[in-house]
């Protein structure tokens, strides 16, 4: 295991917390130790030791072995967490990690290798499955990402194949050995070891189709160590911009005020990262159109507004003010949001744009979900200030909400913009021809 960053596991402070308590608590189970030994998160605990059981059977290391790799980084896992570890004497930490580890490896194996989950407790479900990913993401339910790629690379885990126990004429059934519940066929079934071939996929591929919702399904092979899985999630959200500015966006008008002085907001569909930048080159296409005369576009990314939002942006916004404090793109996209969104209508016309997916049933839920996020979220710096000075700039002169105006009353549309050439053209002519008769007298 590498050397990982000293704090890295925060609890999340009540100020944070109270907001919206349970986006930060896990509901179904405990991953490492700040929560362990919760009596509500006690029925996933039989379940996680299934999974490791499995886990056991399909690496090439003993039960022993493990144990011993997890226990001479003890110390270096301890340093991980950041806040008071409250464990009962009788429990050892090392036990708690190795389980814990273990059941993340083989749910994630699960996932990516097996094709059948009808016999697994957790992948049968899309409800359960859900969940408990959502539970992997919570900041305070993390373990070390290095720790399980390391621990992963040291068992060297195999695919399992087994056959059945009803004779040595019964013909070897290939599959993968899975977590289910009585009504599971292990109890009838051998696991044949020796003939098992050796899983090929490295951590961070079976992480990212783990959380691949996250990362519009694109599976990532290499170039990416996260501190822990919100952190993974974080990567797969943020974009990094190479500009900051020390200062904070102070105001930005809203939606509404921004588009009736010509700003046009357009989706960003092809990047699951989180981020708002200016069209200039749709500007410059404009400049001798008069129908964009003066307009600016600005692209958003698609933000799909889902059940579980709110849970996960909470914990990747805590993540950076505790760990990216001076490189906070989430929350800067989210403190944007929050200042161009101000009401109902705000989200009406984004969703009309296409740039809010609103799958919460509510245009009211979305909006209120995109202003209450930001509570208590606190910005140095930003990456956006210099688009925030634009839009200010924009809507501040006279001219560019004259325009826009003018093109949205006689110019909306092909009729609209017709009829108002074509009365033009007439009112020219009736000018021209009452001149030439006042001029014949």
């Not at 501190?227 to 200062?247: A, N, Y």
């Amino acid at each position: 295991m590498d050397e990982p960053d000293k704090w890295c596991i925060y609890r999340v402070p009540s100020k944070l917390r109270n907001v919206n308590e349970a986006a930060y608590t896990p509901q179904l189970l405990s991953i490492g130790l700040f929560h362990h030994g919760k009596p509500e998160l006690e029925d996933m605990e039989t379940h996680k030791k299934m999974y490791t059981e499995n886990f056991y059977l399909r690496s090439w290391k003993s039960k022993d072995d493990l144990k011993r790799f997890i226990r001479d980084r003890k110390e270096k896992i301890l340093r991980c967490y950041a806040g008071t570890i409250k464990i009962p004497i009788e429990k050892d930490p090392v036990e708690i990690i190795l389980v814990d580890a273990c059941f993340i490896i083989e749910l994630l194996l699960l996932n990516s290798i097996t094709k059948n989950h009808e016999n697994d407790y957790i992948l049968r479900s899309p409800w359960l499955r859900k969940a408990v990913e959502q539970e992997l993401i919570l900041f305070e339910n993390q373990l070390p990402y290095s720790l399980l790629e390391d621990l992963y690379e040291f068992a060297q885990p195999v695919r399992l194949h087994y056959q059945s126990r009803k004779g040595p004429q019964a013909q070897e059934q290939p599959q993968e050995y899975s977590t289910g519940d009585q009504d599971s066929p292990r109890d009838s079934l051998e696991i044949v070891i020796h003939d098992a071939k050796p899983v090929h996929n490295n951590f961070l591929e079976l992480a990212s189709k783990f959380f691949k919702d996250h990362n519009e399904g694109k599976v990532i092979t290499s170039g990416v160590k996260p501190k822990h899985f919100t952190d993974l999630v974080r990567h797969f959200m943020c974009s990094e911009h190479k500009q900051w500015k020390r200062t904070t966006i102070k105001n930005v008008y809203n939606m509404k005020k921004l588009a009736a002085a010509g700003v046009n907001f357009e989706p960003i569909k092809e990047d699951a990262r989180l981020f708002i930048e200016r069209d200039k080159e749709a500007a410059s296409k404009c400049k001798l159109n008069f129908t964009c005369f003066n307009n600016m576009n600005l692209k958003l990314t698609e933000l799909r507004v889902k059940d579980d939002t709110e849970c996960i942006v909470r914990n990747v916004m805590a993540l950076e003010q505790f760990v990216y404090p001076k490189e906070t793109y989430v929350c800067n996209y989210f403190l944007l949001m929050d200042q161009l969104v101000d009401t109902v209508e705000d989200v009406d016309f984004l969703v009309a744009r296409k740039v809010i997916v609103n799958m919460l049933g509510s245009n009211e839920a979305a909006a209120n979900m995109i202003n209450g996020l930001c509570d208590h979220i606190m910005e140095e710096s930003s990456c956006y200030v210099d688009i925030c000075e634009d839009l200010n700039k924009h809507y501040e002169s006279s001219w560019n909400r004259h325009i826009a105006t003018l093109k949205r009353v006689y110019f909306k549309d092909l009729w609209t913009a017709s009829s108002t050439i074509l009365g033009s053209a007439v009112l020219v002519f009736s000018i021209i021809g009452s001149i030439q008769s006042f001029k014949s007298f």
